[in-house]
């Protein structure tokens, strides 16, 4: 007989406790060239995590690879913390032995380092808006915010996608040309990071450069008005480097913030056991309480940034707001 439990809802973010990444590949025979897009390396940036989650699920690759790994640090992710355990964007370097991360970096280092990965992005939001002359608080030399980040202008191995500096000149300009607003524009950031940032030496994207792969980082403004704008502007960003390497895709929604907002309120459906499906877009008004194993449950969420954690006998279900 199944046990009954109290499937309590939560609108938090989503985590599970294991330390495995999910990674999803949409994959075509004709290449092997790979764009592999890793969101939520920072808990608290939503655009970021929000936009991997939306390539995965609306849209479809036609040629070559995409790789895509929607919710990198889930558990910060899931606590709306830049990272419970530390920066997890500072430890591609070096990492201790007992830090609570060491699993996920490795794993996600080998991602990386995969013979068939072309190109890196690595999503954030950012502070303020980036200006190479400064003009206040929000807007300057200082801020992150609607950035194409590179570490250094090109890789020191010539090859496919190494001219770094070029692609992101190339991805800047074309998301100029389809700006929500003026101040939205963007930047490339030049780091200069073997010579001028030590922080950045531990970083993905550092990490990345070294080990030849062409890498990049795409920061959206903490100081946008809204999630749809900044998932906006990171689909935006992901399509022109989609564009450079040659990927075919197509989305089933048109790239505005109206239908961005509609796609992120949905959070999709829930299977447990692989016999009973949930809605959770009205569960409040459907049950409290299901049949459920004492252990060994499975539960498939449509939507990559559901999740689910046991607390106290308790099932919770994240969910966002
Ligand atoms: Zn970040």
Known sequence: MPLIFNICLALLFSSVLNANIQLIKKENS??????????????????????????????????????????????????????????????????????????IIKEVKKI???????LVLNLHDGHGFYRKQNQGSIFNPNAWGQTCVIDQCQLQ????????NTIA??????????????????????????Y?????????????????????????????????????????????????????YKRDFALNAAQITNIIKNYGTLVINHNILLNLNDIKNSL?????????NEFYFSHPLG???RKKGRYLIYIWE
């Open 157 to 164: 191995q010539k090859q496919l996608f190494g001219d770094l």
């Open 196 to 248: 001028e940032d030590e922080a950045m030496q531990l970083s993905l994207t550092y990490f990345a450069v070294t080990n030849d792969k062409p890498a990049f980082a795409i920061e959206t403004s903490k100081n946008l008005s809204s999630l749809s704008q900044k998932v906006f502007y990171q689909l935006l960003a992901i399509e022109e480097y989609m564009k450079i390497m040659g990927i075919s």
């Open 30 to 103: 004709d290449s092997n060239t790979t764009l592999l897009v890793i969101g939520g390396i920072h808990g608290n940036e939503p655009g970021g995590y929000f936009a991997a989650s939306i390539l995965a699920t609306h849209y479809t690759v036609t040629s070559k690879n995409l790789w895509i790994i929607p919710n990198l640090n889930k558990e910060s992710i899931m606590a709306n913390k830049r990272g419970i355990h530390g920066d997890m964007n500072r430890k591609f370097s070096h990492i201790k032995k007992d830090d609570k991360d060491r699993e």
């Open 169 to 194: 000149e190339t991805v800047k300009n074309n998301i100029n040309k389809k700006l929500l607003k003026k101040h939205h524009s963007f930047n490339v950031k030049n780091t200069n990071t073997k």
């Open 112 to 118: 990386i380092l995969s013979k068939k990965v072309s």
């Open 288 to 296: 409290s309480y299901i049949p459920i194993k004492s252990k060994s």
């Open 307 to 309: 999740d689910v954690k």
